[in-house]
């Protein structure tokens, strides 16, 4: 087994939105783990940030991970913040998501001293993912799509997880960022710890219009020979 399928048991599967008519019905068919969220996604809901909260809570079982993000950039804003967020639903599976900016990476150790999980956002490059998995950081989460715009994005995170477990470093990478399902499918084969995606893919990696011509093959057929659209 490799290092990489050796994390597959813990693997991770979150969705990246704050629509939460979108997570109740995709929650509705799929085991998924949790909801990252960021200050963009919070606006794009068209709501305010503790409504968006209070119906997340409403809509995810505790078991569910809320994954939400500070938006004061200084050290002493970050720490507040993380406290504030470590407290929706009294804290019970939550984790806040902090920039690897200097003050960022500066806040981490301070905000996993108070106990509260942390995964580092807007990484760009496998080097800034290293320091904040040397910060204590939970997760990692490089911007995957973004990263594509530069360069390779997909190996860089790839080499990312290779890293990590050279060095035992319990930081799993949370990949996010994702345009297409190509993108995911790529890093989900490699073996990604954790990944977030926006509903709009998750629903592109399973509504295949190949699988519904097929059923509706089978239906068309089965009702020929037997009169009906059922086994008995
Ligand atoms: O939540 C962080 C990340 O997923 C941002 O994605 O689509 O704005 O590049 P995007």
């Not at 050796?6 to 509705?28: G, H, K, Q, T, V």
């Not at 990312?160 to 035992?168: M, N, P, R």
């Not at 295949?208 to 068309?220: R, S």
Request: glycine residues 8%; contains cysteine; aromatic residues 8%.
């Amino acid at each position: 087994m490799s290092p990489l399928s050796e994390r597959l048991p813990n693997m991770e599967f979150f969705i990246d939105s704050a629509d939460i008519e979108a997570i109740r019905e995709l929650c509705s068919f799929l085991p998924i783990d949790g909801v990252t969220t960021n200050p963009t996604i919070i606006t794009k809901s068209g709501k305010g940030p503790q409504q968006v909260f209070d119906e997340l809570c409403e809509v995810l079982t505790e078991d569910q991970k809320i994954i939400a993000q500070v938006v004061s950039l200084d050290y002493e804003g970050i720490l507040e913040e993380a406290e504030k967020i470590a407290s929706i639903r009294g804290g019970k599976n939550i984790v806040v998501k902090i920039p690897v900016t200097r003050e960022g990476l500066r806040t981490i150790p301070a905000v996993k001293a108070k106990g509260i999980s942390v995964l580092a956002t807007g990484i760009y490059s496998p080097d800034q993912a290293f320091w904040a998995a040397k910060a204590g950081a939970d997760y990692l989460a490089p911007y995957v799509n973004r990263m594509c715009n530069y360069g390779d994005g997909i190996g860089q995170v790839i080499e990312l997880i290779e890293t990590l477990a050279i060095y035992g470093f319990e930081a799993k990478v949370c990949a996010a960022s994702f345009k297409n399902v190509d993108q995911v499918h790529q890093l989900l084969a490699a073996g990604v710890p954790a990944i977030t995606v926006n509903p709009g893919t998750i629903r592109d990696m399973i509504d295949h219009p190949g699988t519904g011509i097929a059923m509706k093959e089978f239906t068309a057929n089965w009702k020929k020979a037997y009169g009906r659209t059922s086994l008995q």
